[in-house]
């Protein structure tokens, strides 16, 4: 039988590694990602760093995967998916840290990374042991890093309580490692939804309407439209701003289901993005 590899190979999207923990009810983590990354034309290869017991409302229980095996992930797909970017979010605890941390020194990829440190319902996500590695050993290796407000005070010990408290925390993270930021301002009580982007040569603010109501799984989802922006060939500072429109797209026809938090629907390329 004739081998039709090649010519196949040649119709490929770029693959984007997405490493983080599982969501049943498909609003955040592994799911999110994947949906967002598949709607934006690229292919995802999911790594399992835990299995977590969630739905929209909150977060029971939490199983992480050992170091080991979150390596054996990383290698097995590097032999055969290398990829493009690799998109980093829930890690659980500090082997999971060491161990991404050690896959990312084996690749040139550009790693995208969303610091889930706890869920939005206020389980604890990553520990204090965890932080402390994700600080001296993962940070330095990320390329785009994008924390909320909370995540931000959490890694830099800084206060940020007003848009103009952003930018320099964003320098702050950009100091410990990352190469850029996009801080999100969603927490912050204003009337926009404001995001500073910084790579220590261009700055820009991401302004946009805010939406009413609590919503599932919208870092995840940002940070995957991003990671798919870097893998087309966009810069960072316009690959945020896809990611932008994408999640007010996601937003703008989010969904319900029983009494839990809204869930970002996935529609392909935003408009506004062409």
Not at 15 to 25: C, E, F, L, Q, R
Not at 202 to 222: A, I, K
Request: proline share 7%; with cysteine; net charge positive.
């Amino acid at each position: 039988m004739k081998d039709d590899r090649a010519a196949h190979r040649g119709k490929n999207p770029p693959v984007v590694w997405a490493i983080g923990g599982t969501d049943p009810s498909a609003g955040a983590g592994l799911p999110a990602d994947i949906k967002t990354l598949q709607a934006l034309g690229v292919y995802a290869a999911p790594i399992v760093t835990a299995v977590v017991v969630q739905n929209a409302r909150a977060v029971w229980r939490v199983q992480r995967v050992s170091g080991a095996l979150i390596r054996a992930q990383m290698e097995a797909l590097q032999e055969d998916f290398p990829p493009s970017v690799v998109k980093i979010g829930m890690l659980g605890g500090a082997p999971a840290v060491r161990a991404v941390a050690d896959g990312l020194s084996r690749l040139t990829a550009p790693a995208v990374c969303d610091p889930v440190l706890a869920s939005t319902s206020g389980t604890t996500l990553l520990d204090e042991a965890g932080v402390h590695v994700f600080v001296s050993r993962l940070l330095p290796r990320v390329d785009v890093l994008t924390p909320n407000l909370p995540e931000a005070e959490r890694l830099t010990g800084m206060r940020i309580a007003r848009r103009a408290d952003m930018p320099p925390a964003a320098a702050r993270l950009r100091a410990m490692g990352a190469k850029a930021v996009v801080l999100k301002g969603g927490h912050l009580a204003d009337g926009v939804s404001a995001d500073y982007f910084t790579d220590g040569r261009e700055s820009l603010w991401l302004v946009g309407p805010r939406h009413c109501g609590d919503v599932h799984g919208t870092g995840c989802v940002f940070a995957s439209a991003l990671a798919a922006g870097l893998a087309l060939g966009r810069g960072a500072a316009q690959a945020a701003r896809l990611a932008k429109a994408y999640i007010r797209q996601a937003l703008r026809r989010a969904m319900v289901f029983g009494d839990g938090r809204l869930v970002p629907a996935h529609a392909g390329w935003p408009s506004v993005a062409r």
